[in-house]
């Protein structure tokens, strides 16, 4: 009977310990909210669908290409050449990003405000990494955390908030790591890689890969709000070497109350990006979510269907593909697309001087639905209009794309709040509240 007395109790302890919380890893949301750049000097429209071509090796037209060296104006946007090229390893030890990174235990959730350049070229959110906090571009088309830091000269960090490795007690150099990326406008950052705790609106990782430029282009220097770059694309891409490394989200996923984050990027305003929960406040009417293919390492979906202003939907080519690309200013669709929607507004020509489709700056522009992974996306009317090339002329933020794939960068998302769920590998969007 005492034994039997002893099994009973010792059957009640291990329930005990079963229901126990205290191995559980309590995950939340975290928001990081944009801030604003006050250096850009404005929006020129030839040389933002110049960098998107070349970001993605894509031909560039020769009146393009005189249109943009024509400009006198600058726009501080950066596109890697580099995406993709990162090298896929077998193994434990290859792992991308190594066993080190790992997510700190938190309430699962985290957002950072993200606020526009003046013109929308391009949005900032502060990044704390060792304790310093920098304003980074978040991209999501490619997959690197790079920073400006002190390893560079004074000439090169003037006005720039820059991260320094020596005032870090979480910081370690990765023996033999370098990293070097090209840009579309021939800028660029090389240098070498070590990892620290990098925290973003609370969502943190202890030993994030972090890239530290020793040398970076006069263009990057001459944009003093704009620290580095933070790639949220998928890991597969990310450009470190002689191993490539795990990007921040797929480090902080496991810790998060859902493996999303969402993109709330807003013409003219504050917006935010958010991570571990879609916030069904920040858009009308039911998400949509559609799979994605990420073999080339981007938030890749099928996008072969198009309709203006509501009409009926047109096929523009069977199997076309897009990825949605925060990091990309215009929106860039198949040729098909462009030119049936600008045959809708009065006066767009496809102007060889400026290198794109243009349109009288008072002409009411339609809105445009976009197949979206088989569902359809509405990008507003009044969100494509780009730049202003004169009194009276003005760039469309909707352009032709010279090669198969589309980009759906900063356009798409000023109409549409986006996530990006990695725990199943699909794309929700909806219309912005």
Not at 191 to 220: P, W
Not at 224 to 233: E, F, K, S
Not at 379 to 392: E, H, P, T
Request: aromatic share 8%; proline share 4%; charged share 15%.
């Amino acid at each position: 009977m005492q034994s039997l007395t002893n099994l009973l109790l010792l059957f009640g302890l291990l329930a005990l310990a079963s229901a126990s919380p205290a191995k559980i890893q309590k995950r939340g949301v975290y928001k990081v909210e944009r801030v604003a750049n006050p250096n850009f000097g404005g929006r020129n429209g030839p040389r933002a669908l110049l960098k998107t071509l070349r970001k993605y090796r894509m031909p560039v037209p020769a009146a393009l290409a005189n249109a943009a060296t024509e400009q006198n104006e600058m726009i501080s946007k950066r596109h890697s050449l580099r995406k993709g090229k990162g090298r896929k390893h077998k193994g434990a030890a290859a792992a991308a990003g190594g066993a080190g990174a790992a997510a700190a235990a938190g309430n699962g959730t985290g957002t950072v405000t993200a606020t526009p350049e003046a013109g929308d070229v391009e949005y900032l959110a502060p990044v704390n990494i060792g304790g310093q906090t920098l304003n980074l571009d978040f991209d999501s088309g490619s997959s690197d955390l790079w920073v400006f830091n002190s390893q560079l000269s004074a000439k090169a960090t003037q006005g720039h908030t820059v991260y320094d490795p020596t005032k870090s007690e979480t910081f370690a150099l990765m023996q033999g790591a370098s990293f070097e990326i090209s840009y579309g406008d021939g800028s660029g950052a090389a240098g070498n890689v070590g990892t620290d705790t990098v925290d973003l609106g609370g969502a943190t990782v202890t030993a994030q890969a972090v890239e530290l430029a020793t040398a970076v282009s006069q263009s990057f220097v001459q944009d003093p709000n704009n620290n580095g770059l933070l790639g949220l694309a998928f890991s597969s891409i990310n450009t470190v070497q002689p191993q490539p490394q795990k990007t921040f989200f797929d480090n902080v996923m496991s810790s998060l109350a859902e493996p999303v984050f969402t993109a709330d990027l807003r013409s003219q305003a504050v917006g935010a990006y958010e991570f571990g929960q879609v916030d069904a406040s920040k858009f009308t009417g039911d998400m949509t979510w559609v799979p994605i293919n990420n073999t080339q390492g981007f938030w890749q979906f099928t996008s072969e269907q198009f309709a203006v202003d509501g009409g009926q939907p047109q096929v523009s080519t069977a199997g076309a593909q897009a990825i949605a690309d925060t990091g990309t200013t215009l929106l860039l669709a198949d040729a098909n697309v462009a030119d049936a929607y600008y045959k809708q507004v009065d006066g767009a020509v496809d102007d060889q001087q400026q290198g794109g489709f243009t349109f009288p700056c008072n002409a009411q522009l339609p809105d445009l639905q976009l197949d979206v992974g088989g569902s359809m996306a509405t990008v507003k009317g009044s969100d494509i209009n780009f730049a202003q090339v004169d009194d009276a002329t003005c760039f469309g933020g909707l352009q032709a794309t010279t090669a198969g794939l589309q980009i759906y960068g900063d356009i798409f998302f000023k109409s549409n709040f986006v996530a990006f769920n990695g725990g199943n590998n699909s794309l929700g969007f909806a219309q912005h509240v």
